[in-house]
């Protein structure tokens, strides 16, 4: 079984139900935990090996070897962060409600089939 490497961006409460589901996971490794938090961010990567931390999104969305990107955070914050993994090529996940707007939600949508 190939191992996905997975970003999570969020480590709020939605991002820690993430890392208990990511945990109970076969072929995923947790590579990088985001979250304007610094410090949250640190305390749920050292749950797991090998997992870094940052205080931007921007660094999980461009992580080198990360394919695939968990989208926690708040609401406002899921088209730009969204839009940002998809155009990095990544296989994204983002946290209901998908966007703000129909529009965001549309474009999010066109993206991801592109």
Do not use: Q
């Not at 935990?33 to 749920?44: G, I, M, P, S």
């Amino acid at each position: 079984m190939k191992t996905v490497n997975l970003a999570l961006i969020g480590a709020g409460g939605i991002g820690k139900v993430w890392s208990g589901a990511i945990r109970k996971t076969d072929g995923i490794n947790l590579a990088m935990v985001a979250d304007v938090d610094k410090a949250r961010a640190e305390e749920l990567a050292r749950g797991f090996s090998g997992c870094v931390s940052s205080g931007r999104w921007e660094d999980a969305v461009a992580a080198s070897g990360v394919s695939a990107v968990i989208v926690a955070v708040p609401t406002p914050m899921h088209y730009e962060v969204g839009k940002n993994a998809l155009t990095a090529g990544a296989h994204v996940l983002i946290e209901k409600p998908l966007a703000s707007s129909v529009e965001e939600a549309k474009e999010l949508l066109d993206l991801s089939e592109s």
